[in-house]
């Protein structure tokens, strides 16, 4: 029989995620040592509540309230605990005591990121973060590593389970958004405050993440544009499945060219877009995730899988882990933070999309006319117009006939579809803006 020398790990969380984490470990643990060459100890799991119930069946002994001395006698500190405070002290913690950390903490990483990495780079310790960003898929390595020879120029995604869940169920059940969000909380998808799901923080989160890795460059979360998909009725998903398209949330990093400078900058946004149903992110269902990573040499390249889930999200965990208690055993350098290419980030108003805007408007001669008109004077050239639903509208007390008005464009610069939506906002003819969502994808 084999003598494996002792790899000490320490897990800080032991919920969806970190309970998962400790039943394959603990299950497989000659596997981890015949792998390792070390054998993988679990010493202990810091949690709030000693007597919470887990969706695994653990040793109560290994669980303790006390996360600092668990952190203290590790060699390995994994961090699925989630929320900004106490993690960012506890990984901080680990580092400056000579231990190697896996996290699965997005939020944690798109905030305090830079001071993670310094701090670990100061003291030799790696951090790893593959859980971080699209749950069990290998995302995070291959951008890091297999495509560090080549230059990414666009990722495109759906990054989020949850909010991928809720629209899924609305658009294949016509399921409604909060019966959906409960089932999605119960499986154990959401955020301990779903709000991050729904408003796209997680997903802006894990955009920020994506892009900094994607374009070497530090991307930092307020500069992510951000919208979630609360203003997302059934109505919308509706229209959009008529018209041939789904509702998607979607994180889009990409190169582009300042167009107020000509230089190249990057973007990087989050928000619900209209997807053709012919496109393969239409065929993403669930609380699945998929990336589209678009490179120079490589071309187009497609990562698909469970982007949330207690079992699915320990195996990205388990994969770090694997990785850094080789570390330990072997030695190396591991990986350092990229950053050096120093590009600006652009603001929504410089990406080019298309779009479809819905207006409802009084039926009346002209109307046509007098929308189209904007659209030209302000350069976004329109591909269809298509008249949808009638009904009345009451003005100054009388009823006035009411069309939905869909016009889609072609590509157009955000700034000036933005300067088409004020001005149509204000036509006499124009009784509301219903919706502008964008369209990608070709
Ligand atoms: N649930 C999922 O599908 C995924 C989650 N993640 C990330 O993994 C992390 C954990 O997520 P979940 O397991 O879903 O969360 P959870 O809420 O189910 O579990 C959190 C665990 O951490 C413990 N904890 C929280 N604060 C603590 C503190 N101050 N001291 C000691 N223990 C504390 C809790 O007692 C609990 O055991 C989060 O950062 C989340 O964003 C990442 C990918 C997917
Ligand atoms: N709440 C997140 C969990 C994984 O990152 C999601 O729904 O994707
Ligand atoms: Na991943």
Avoid: W
């Avoid at 990984?91 to 001071?115: F, P, R, W, Y």
């Avoid at 408007?361 to 350069?379: N, T, W």
């Amino acid at each position: 029989m084999i003598e494996y020398r002792n790899v000490r790990v320490a897990l800080l969380g032991g919920g969806t995620v970190g309970a998962q984490v400790a039943r394959l470990l603990l299950e497989h643990k000659e596997e981890f040592a015949s792998r390792v060459g070390a054998s993988l100890e679990l010493t202990g799991i810091a949690v709030r509540n000693l007597d919470a119930a887990r969706s695994a069946d653990l040793p109560k002994e290994l669980f303790t309230t006390d996360a600092e001395s668990l952190i203290l006698g590790a060699d390995i500190v994994i961090e699925v605990m989630g929320g900004l405070e106490p993690a960012r002290s506890y990984i901080l913690q680990a580092i400056n005591s000579g231990a190697d950390v896996v996290t699965a903490n997005k939020a944690l990483l798109a905030t305090h990121g830079t001071e993670l990495f310094e701090a670990a780079e100061r003291v030799g310790a790696q951090l790893y973060f593959e859980a971080a960003v699209a749950g069990a898929i290998p995302i995070i390595r291959p951008l890091r590593e297999s495509l560090a020879g080549d230059r990414v120029k666009r990722i495109m995604g759906i990054v989020n389970g949850t909010t991928n869940y809720i629209l899924d169920k609305m658009d294949t059940e016509g399921a409604s958004f909060d019966d959906a969000l409960a089932v999605a909380t119960e499986l154990g998808y959401a955020e301990a405050d779903p709000t991050a799901d729904v408003d796209a923080f997680d997903a802006a989160q894990k955009a920020s993440i994506l892009a900094s890795l994607a374009f070497h460059t530090t991307i930092p979360l307020e500069s992510v544009h951000r919208e979630g998909i609360r203003a997302i009725s059934g109505k919308t998903v509706e229209l959009a499945k008529k018209a041939g398209y789904v509702v998607k949330l979607l994180a889009v990093c990409e190169r582009l060219t300042d167009p107020a400078t000509g230089e190249e900058g990057v973007s990087a946004r989050v928000y619900p877009a209209l997807i053709s149903r012919e496109h393969p992110l239409a065929a993403v269902h669930k609380a699945n995730n998929a990336v589209f990573v678009e490179a120079e040499a490589a071309g187009s390249l497609m990562f698909y899988g469970a982007g949330a889930g207690g079992p699915e999200t320990a195996s990205a965990v388990l994969g770090d882990l694997v990785s850094a208690a080789r570390r330990h055993v072997i030695g190396g350098p591991g990986l350092g933070a990229s950053t050096h290419a120093n590009l600006p980030v652009l603001p929504i108003s410089a990406i080019t999309t298309r779009y479809h805007v819905t207006l409802l408007v009084f039926d009346r001669p002209g109307v046509l006319a007098s929308v189209a008109e904007e659209f030209a004077k302000h350069g976004v050239s329109v591909e269809l117009v298509e008249q949808g639903t009638f009904g009345s509208e009451a003005v100054s007390g009388e009823a006035a006939p009411t069309a939905t008005l869909v016009i889609g464009t072609h590509a157009a610069l955000e700034s000036d579809l933005a300067a088409t939506v004020s001005a149509l906002a204000q036509l006499d003819a124009v009784s509301s803006v219903v919706s502008v969502l964008r369209v990608e994808g070709a």
